[in-house]
């Protein structure tokens, strides 16, 4: 087989390209040069045409650039979600079928030390390495869904140039890392598939049956932990509830837009409403006309706020990468800052109900299913919901996200369990601005059906929400 492997110069990188050198034709590709090899691409995964270059006539891509641990926006952007998309787009373009993606293993570590893992857990990003990885993920699913590729993410735990075999169930000897990308490129597999990259422990920790099923990576190295190296304090994510907060004002991006012009007109009557778009609405008088990307913008939006209703963005899932990139992530990004510098203590944000469509139909939807993502739209709301929880863990922001159904203008009441109706539109984002006791919470906005495909009993718990209207579908419908 003919690889690619991206990062190669890295510390996984070149463990996994030389030891694959053994068996299979390899490239590398990485910003700097490697001495001694010569079939290689040198150059930033930022540029689309050398991305291309690197990808063309390999018969799978090992994807492991980017930067690792903290860096500023700017220089993540450009390296872990722009030079992963090239990535895979690059593939998807060429012909090459299969991608693995090298993830993070810490995706998991807000769990409790006591649990053990396992693929189907919700990511709890904690920075924007960790999102970065999140979307590289979200990318996977997508592309398999879409483009009928073979992806598949392996999660790496603690990986050590300097120490080959594992004493602890996070780590990753060298030969299992070799192991474990070589299975992700070369196993039969169908569609996208998420694999544990640890080495096997007499503390099972992780969940390394689904990867042997799922790919056939049987890892050969063993941690062995004493019983009182397992004692470490469990950090599960239980805080103290949060008062109620005084509302006085409070933003709402996207104020021109659909649900954003029938927010600002409801709420008026009760709060202080500033709105924030590209064009005005004229219903509003604390109207500030800007972009969400603009960061002054955002800081003048942001002052003397209570609470932000974060709706500004591109909602179109036939958008482009470029489109999504520019409004929804970098917009998401600008806003949170300006919150944080602010001192905004909650902030609710519209997210969406189809990122998990494509389950079955007859399969109750539940927050704590893993999403699964259809277009660069649904994966900004991903992106989304990951940055709430960093700031939240970073700096005590209240967060709720709202996946909010099917809603129209034109359409006030529901017939269908995805609808969201006007007056339930209102309720819920109420309630996720004054709800007390919130810390991160995600929540369907979703209206009541007699089809109950929405999980709403969470939603009254966490926040209180209470739909008004009930939507009635006849099972013939149902199918």
């Known amino acids: 087989m003919y690889v690619l492997v991206t990062g190669a110069a890295g510390k996984v990188g070149s463990c996994v390209f ?43 891509v090992i994807h492991i650039g980017g930067n690792p641990g903290e860096k500023p926006w700017p220089e993540i952007r450009n390296n872990n979600y722009v030079g992963c998309c090239h990535v895979f787009e690059a593939a998807r373009e060429l012909g090459v079928q299969r991608v693995a993606f090298a993830s993070r293993a810490g995706l998991l570590s807000a769990y409790p030390a006591g649990v053990q893992r396992t693929v189907d857990m919700l990511p709890r990003p904690r920075s924007l390495y960790d999102n970065s990885k999140v979307f590289g993920e979200s990318l996977c699913s ?81 941690a062995i932990v004493p019983e009182r190296g397992r004692d470490r304090p469990e950090t599960p994510e239980q805080e103290l509830p949060r008062p109620a907060h005084q509302l006085g004002r409070v933003l709402i991006t996207g104020a021109s837009g659909r649900v954003g012009s029938v927010l600002a007109r409801e709420l008026g009557s009760s709060y202080g409403i500033r709105g924030l778009d590209r064009v005005a609405n004229l219903e509003i008088e604390d109207m500030v006309v800007g972009d969400v990307t603009d960061s002054e913008v955002c800081r003048q939006s942001v002052r003397d706020v209570d609470a932000i209703i974060h709706l500004a963005g591109v909602a179109d899932g036939s958008s482009s990468w470029h489109e999504v990139l520019e409004n929804n992530f970098d917009g998401m990004v600008q806003i949170m800052d300006a919150a944080i510098e602010a001192g905004v203590p909650r902030f609710a944000f519209a997210s969406r109900a189809g990122i998990l469509g494509p389950y079955p139909r007859n399969l109750q939807r539940t927050v704590e299913m893993y999403p699964r993502p259809e277009s660069y739209y649904t994966i900004s709301k991903i992106f989304g919901e990951g940055l709430g929880h960093m700031y939240h863990t970073r700096h005590g922001l209240e967060f709720v996200s709202v996946r909010i159904g099917n809603f129209k203008l034109e359409r006030d009441l529901p017939e269908h369990p995805h609808q969201l109706s006007h007056t339930d539109c209102v309720r819920v984002f109420e309630a996720a601005i004054t709800s007390p006791g919130v810390n991160y919470e995600v929540v369907f906005g979703v209206s009541d059906s007699d089809w109950p495909l929405y999980d709403l009993e969470h939603g009254r718990r966490a926040i209180g929400y209470e739909p008004a209207n009930r939507s009635v579908v006849p099972k013939a419908k149902r199918q």
């Open 142 to 222: 997508m592309y398999a869904a879409r483009f009928d590729m073979q992806t598949v993410s392996v999660r790496i735990g603690n990986f050590n140039p300097e120490r080959d075999q594992p004493e602890h169930p996070h780590h990753l000897s060298h030969g299992d890392c070799v192991r474990a990308f070589e299975q992700a490129i070369t196993h039969p597999v169908k569609g996208f598939q998420i694999v544990f990259g640890v080495s096997d422990s007499n503390w099972p920790l992780y969940d390394l049956d689904h990867g042997k099923k799922a790919i056939g990576y049987a890892p050969k190295d063993f």
């Open 18 to 60: 030389r030891g694959l050198t053994e068996r299979h034709r390899v490239r590398v590709m990485d910003r700097v040069a490697i001495a001694g090899v010569g079939d290689q691409v040198t150059g930033d995964l930022g540029d689309f045409a050398t991305v291309c270059r690197a990808v063309r006539g390999v018969d799978a």
